[in-house]
Nanobody
Framework: QVQLVESGGGLVQTGGSLRLSCAAS????????MGWFRQAPGKEREFVATITWNGGNTYYADSVKGRFTISRDNAKNTVYLQMNSLKPEDTAVYYCAADKNRYRYSGSYSTYDYWGQGTQVTVSS
């Protein structure tokens, strides 16, 4: 079992930046691919970005490509999401997730095995 705890959310103006962190504990972090998802009020959870176990492959939703960057530090058991040029439509609760297939970089919600509790990101216009 892996425990995931997100941090770094908050309120930011349009065009601003935030960096989310997700700290993992419980199992060897490098055994997992990691992903970020988000859920806005009244909407389904949607894929944001994912990264394989060693950072060798990443994959982004079209809506964030070029603005968001996912990275990981296996020595610190942490995955990051750097968010730049934020827009009001990025407002959501952001969740990190772990996939037991460390080579996969999936945008599908169902392929992830463990989830954090989420951190709120609010972008004001």
């Amino acid at each position: 079992q892996v425990q995931l705890v997100e941090s770094g959310g908050g309120l930011v103006q349009t065009g601003g930046s935030l960096r989310l962190s997700c700290a993992a504990s419980g199992r060897t972090f490098s055994n997992y691919a990691m992903g970020w998802f988000r859920q806005a009020p009244g909407k389904e959870r949607e894929f944001v970005a994912t990264i394989t176990w060693n950072g060798g492959n990443t994959y982004y939703a079209d809506s964030v490509k070029g603005r968001f960057t996912i990275s990981r530090d296996n020595a610190k058991n942490t995955v990051y999401l750097q968010m730049n040029s934020l827009k009001p439509e990025d407002t959501a609760v952001y969740y990190c997730a772990a996939d037991k297939n460390r080579y996969r970089y999936s945008g599908s919600y169902s392929t992830y095995d463990y989830w954090g509790q989420g951190t709120q990101v609010t972008v004001s216009s």
